[in-house]
């Protein structure tokens, strides 16, 4: 079991910019694939990015270009950096992780999650 603790959220005005952080602990392994997804006000959970243990990342089509999610496996800490916000990325985000090696856009793949942190974008 691995426990996720996410950081880093608030409140923003739209064009800013916020760094996400997600520290892992417990049955950790820099071997796991971990991911950002995130949730709006009455919206399904939806992928944002996800990194393998050799740093290969997949994106949501919509936020390529402005998020860029990294980690650092000695820290055991994910990162999500966010630039130009816009008020459409108000959301709740998550972070997610599981043992598999190979990247997944699919909430059903990731086994590990936090309690989310929240981001809030005004216009």
């Known amino acids: 079991q691995v426990q996720l603790v996410e950081s880093g959220g608030g409140l923003v005005q739209a064009g800013g910019s916020l760094r996400l952080s997600c520290a892992a602990s417990?049955?950790?392994?820099?071997?796991?694939?971990m991911g950002w997804f995130r949730q709006a006000p009455g919206k399904e959970r939806e992928f944002v990015a996800a990194?393998?243990?050799?740093?290969?990342?997949i994106y949501a089509n919509s936020l390529k270009g402005r998020f860029t999610i990294s980690r650092d496996n000695a820290k055991n800490t994910l990162y999500l950096q966010m630039n130009s916000l816009k008020p459409e990325d108000t959301a709740v985000y998550y972070c997610?992780?599981?043992?598999?090696?190979?990247?997944?856009?699919?909430?059903?793949?990731?086994?590990?999650w936090g309690q989310g942190t929240q981001v809030t974008v005004s216009s």
């Open positions: 997610a992780a599981d043992r598999r090696t190979g990247l997944s856009t699919l909430i059903r793949d990731y086994a590990n």
């Open positions: 417990g049955r950790t392994s820099s071997s796991y694939t």
């Open positions: 990194i393998n243990w050799i740093g290969n990342t």
